[in-house]
């Protein structure tokens, strides 16, 4: 059973920034693909960006050249460097994985691929 836990929300302005962590609880971040997703109320879950056990990187329009999925190997830790915030990024943000034999770079970012979830951590941007 893996095991994640998100940290690094919080309430900032628009055009701030913030960094979310996500601590796995596994052997190998190279067994896994990893991803970032968020849902706002009202909404389904979306993805923001996802990372391949190989390290390629995927991410989703609204956030391109904005935010960044990084990985530390060596922690088991998922990072998620979100700059130029906007209000519509407000939502709870989840951190997720996956065996790798699950997903390809075509399906990284898809919520539907993935096994594991953490629990959350809410980001809030006002304007």
């Known amino acids: 059973q893996v095991q994640l836990v998100e940290s690094g929300g919080g309430s900032v302005q628009t055009g701030g920034s913030l960094r979310l962590s996500c601590a796995a609880s596994?052997?190998?971040?190279?067994?896994?693909?990893m991803g970032w997703f968020r849902q706002a109320p009202g909404k389904g879950r979306e993805g923001v960006a996802a990372?391949?056990?190989?390290?390629?990187?995927r991410y989703a329009d609204a956030v391109k050249g904005r935010f960044a999925i990084s990985r530390d190997t060596a922690k088991n830790t998922l990072y998620l460097q979100m700059n130029s915030l906007k209000p519509d990024d407000t939502a709870m943000y989840y951190c997720?994985?996956?065996?790798?034999?699950?997903?390809?770079?075509?399906?990284?970012?898809?919520?539907?691929?993935?096994?594991?979830w953490g629990q959350g951590t809410q980001v809030t941007v006002s304007s």
């Open positions: 997720a994985a996956t065996p790798k034999s699950l997903c390809t770079l075509a399906s990284v970012i898809d919520v539907g691929r993935y096994t594991y």
């Open positions: 596994v052997v190998s971040l190279s067994s896994y693909c």
């Open positions: 990372i391949t056990s190989v390290g390629s990187t």
